[in-house]
């Protein structure tokens, strides 16, 4: 199974402001030394950072990565890139084409890196959770709950008894009977949603599969994840529009529609029956 060979930069902007100042010191080094950092050992990141050789195996750990040599490959791959776009927020008064102009390429920017944080045998065991689950239940707060209902419409074509809530109350009653045959999925941007991570505890407790859908890192909601994929969301600062609002939820728009097409792929046979049955009711309806 591929796995990516890019993101290391992505993950280390997405990290950064959560590591401890140790962590953070060397971080910021490879971010302003990348073509340097890659050639280093443990030893001398962590001199060059005035830091230690155990900071730099920590902040490996506290990415989500195997080891140093994990990370270096990722930035290697970063670098031979050819050079992006960036994120770039709008002011007050722009004019529509600039408009235009700066949202497609924030849009297009999130899609790109959420890909290269793809981990893809992570991402193949949320395929067969989804493909194995009895009932599917999606659930997220506010744009999130926009999320989860796009994902609710997207399942149902697959002949899965799927739900999906954004409000806790009508969430418990349905949370309240779910077992071993039912997948949970929590869909979070910041990961911090009190809502979306109390919710995804108790169907873990009640023994149900649990997927999360985050930036990437550790938080609430991923701590009770059998499964945690993530978005990029490095650029979603304040801003006077908070562009970046937008390119996270086509962020996570872009991960639910990867996970159907996958489940599409692996069942094709019975998707294109569904397909089928669907299409003909349609043309019933509309008389033909």
Known sequence: MKNSLTGGLVILNEMKDKLPPSERKIAQFILDQPHEAIHCTASQLGELSSTSSAAVMRLCKSLGLKGLQEL???ISGDLQKKPGSKYRDIQPGEQPDSIVEKVTSNSMQAINETTELVDYETLERAVELLKSARRIHFFGVGASGIVAKD???????MNKSTSAFTDLHNAVMNIANVDEQDVVFGISFSGETY??????????????????????????????????????????????????????????????DILFVN???????EASAYFNEITDVMNRLKGK
Request: hydrophobic share 40%; no cysteine; proline share 4%.
């Open 195 to 256: 809502e979306t991570a109390k919710l995804m505890e108790i169907a873990k407790e009640k023994g149900a599969k649990t997927i999360s859908l985050t930036r990437y890192g550790q938080s609430p909601v991923t701590n009770s994840a059998d499964i945690s994929l993530f978005i990029s969301a490095s650029r979603e600062i304040p801003a006077p529009f908070r562009s970046g609002a937008t390119s996270s939820r086509l962020a996570q728009l872009h991960m639910i």
């Open 263 to 269: 489940l599409v792929t692996d069942q094709y046979e």
């Open 151 to 157: 994902a609710q419409q997207k399942f149902l074509r």
């Open 72 to 74: 270096k490959l990722r």
